[in-house]
């Protein structure tokens, strides 16, 4: 019911045309594995942008950000993403770059440079989804959620300030005629949290939302893919967004190349019963946890047997060489024709739905995830539109 619009004006027309996007991983929001020379040159206690900005201290913390948001993602990188058929990016930014919370060790400046990327992306014809990537408390405990570690968000007024920054976010950037969606919260831990709860959230943030012009997007809080089509009745411009890796747990990174695709076909056939209109928004080429820090700083692959946390440690099941740190270019021949493989397969799946935003536009040196080096290197299907493989 909720699949079909009322009078919004959408800036995107889900569910005519699919969506073929990127995230801009790692600029807004540190993420360790996506840049890790920020982090080697930081002590061992800094794990996420929390500690450290807590650990260098604001003027350096801030110089050294300045220097990375200034950088990272330029004007030329969205010209490059329209070249290669994208249509939206996600960008993910910190509750702290938009309404900071007095006594926190964040730094501002993020939110300066978002507002120059939504002009840049208007300049190529592509589309944003601004993605409130990181709730305060800390909605699932990731480092990319601004702090690693406990869960509190829900705590105290932890979701009264977390309507602050989505309204602030409204009230700048939903007139902008690149932003096409916004979404209410990244990745909210369900398991761990009360689902009522979260519910309540995501309904009075569509009520905040309703009537902006665009589409209002929620995370399925791993809770599943197909466990959103009983709530949302009469919610216009709902947009779920689901994430699909296949790294995390040892039974995924122990399956070949065959199981990793039906996996994928079966997920985009799943996302394509949905009565809303659904999307993976978080996606890779990655089947194995290789890339350095990946789960973490300082913790090691399940894959080859490095991983170590809270006592528990991962059987080996092959070796990361040439995706621990490295290139595109320099991947073997099996691995090149795997991932290759695999992107075209995830991609034809996922556009069963509604389409995908791949997980990340660039980083350091973890070729599974670098759309931009995946491309140049063959390993993406050009056009985007001859993806086949389920």
């Known amino acids: 019911m909720s699949k079909f619009k009322r009078n919004d004006n959408l800036k995107f027309p889900f569910g005519s045309e699919k969506v073929r996007g990127v995230n801009l991983g790692g600029w807004f929001v540190l993420e360790p594995w996506i840049t890790p020379s920020i982090f080697e040159a930081t002590p061992g206690n800094v794990v996420d942008e929390y500690t450290f900005c807590q650990t260098l201290g604001s003027g350096e913390a801030s110089n050294r950000l300045q220097a990375h948001w200034s950088s990272w993602i330029t ?15 996600r960008i993910p930014i910190g509750y702290w770059s938009v309404s900071p919370i007095n006594g926190e060790p964040y730094v501002q400046g993020a939110y300066d440079w978002l507002a120059k990327s939504l002009d840049w992306a208007n300049g190529q014809g592509i589309k944003v989804m601004i993605d409130l990537h990181g709730a305060p408390g800390s909605q699932n405990g990731f480092d990319n959620s601004g702090r690693k570690g406990a869960i509190d968000w829900t705590q105290g007024n932890t979701i009264a300030q977390t309507h602050t920054a989505l309204n602030k976010i409204r009230d700048d950037h939903a007139s902008h005629p690149a932003v096409a969606a916004i979404e209410l919260l990244n990745e909210p831990m369900g ?69 990793h695709i039906s996996t994928a076909c079966g997920f985009g056939g799943a996302m394509a019963t949905n009565n809303k209109w659904t999307i ?55 691995d090149y024709w795997n991932i290759k493989n695999f992107i075209s397969a995830q991609i034809s799946a996922f556009e069963k739905a509604d389409g995908w935003i791949f997980w990340c536009w660039k980083n350091e040196a973890a070729p599974e995830w670098h759309f931009k080096d995946l491309v140049a290197g063959g390993l993406v299907p050009q056009p985007l539109s001859s993806a086949g493989g389920c």
């Open 191 to 259: 398991p761990s949290l009360d689902m009522d709860t979260v519910r309540q959230f995501y309904m009075d943030g569509w009520g905040a939302l309703d009537g902006s012009n665009v589409a209002i997007t929620f995370h399925d809080a791993f809770e599943g893919v197909n466990s959103w089509n009983n709530w949302g009745a009469g919610m216009w411009a709902l947009l779920l967004d689901t994430h699909h890796y296949q790294v995390f747990d040892s039974g995924s990174l122990q399956m070949g190349i065959n199981q």
């Open 280 to 334: 993976a928004g978080e996606w890779s080429g990655a089947m194995t946890d290789c890339a350095q820090w990946l789960n973490g700083r300082g913790v090691g692959a399940r894959y080859d047997g490095t991983y170590w946390v809270n006592g528990q440690g991962s059987q080996y099941i092959g070796s990361c060489d040439g995706k621990y740190s490295g290139t595109v270019a320099g991947l073997g021949d099996a």
């Open 75 to 89: 004007e030329g990188d969205f010209a490059e993403m329209k070249s290669y058929g994208i249509n939206m990016v």
